[in-house]
Nanobody, 127 residues
Framework: EVQLVESGGGLVQAGGSLRLSCAVS????????IAWLRQAPGMEREGISC????????VYADSVKGRFTVSSDHAKNTVYLQMNSLKPEDTAVYYC????????????????????WGQGTQVTVSS
């Protein structure tokens, strides 16, 4: 059974850090691109980062570039999103999702672009 399980969300003050985890089961990280997306209430979903674990390549949205870092641990079959210098506008539900094609620049946000989705984890940044 394929599962993506996010964890690590929570409440943090502006300027703080959180590390999100996306634990994958049912497939190898080398077979899929793992993306992180987020959605705030009343806002459109935003693709913020992705990693192609087979070659380590990464993509970041401008909104998080320089503050967030995506990485993967093959031994644990887990993808991480290290979030530093958090801002109130980073408040959202964060999702990881698995896609079978490589994203070169823009990270798509539509459901059909991804084969599997996690359930999401809430990140709240207070000012």
């Amino acid at each position: 059974e394929v599962q993506l399980v996010e964890s690590g969300g929570g409440l943090v003050q502006a300027g703080g850090s959180l590390r999100l985890s996306c634990a994958v089961s049912g497939f190898s990280l080398d077979d899929y691109v793992i993306a992180w997306l987020r959605q705030a209430p009343g806002m459109e979903r935003e693709g913020i980062s992705c990693i192609t674990s087979s070659d380590g390549s990464t993509v970041y949205a401008d909104s998080v570039k320089g503050r967030f870092t995506v990485s993967s641990d093959h031994a644990k079959n887990t993808v991480y999103l290290q979030m530093n210098s958090l801002k109130p506008e980073d408040t959202a539900v964060y999702y990881c999702a698995a896609a079978m094609r490589v994203f070169w620049d823009l990270i798509p946000t539509l459901d059909y672009e991804y084969e599997y989705w996690g359930q999401g984890t809430q990140v709240t940044v207070s000012s």
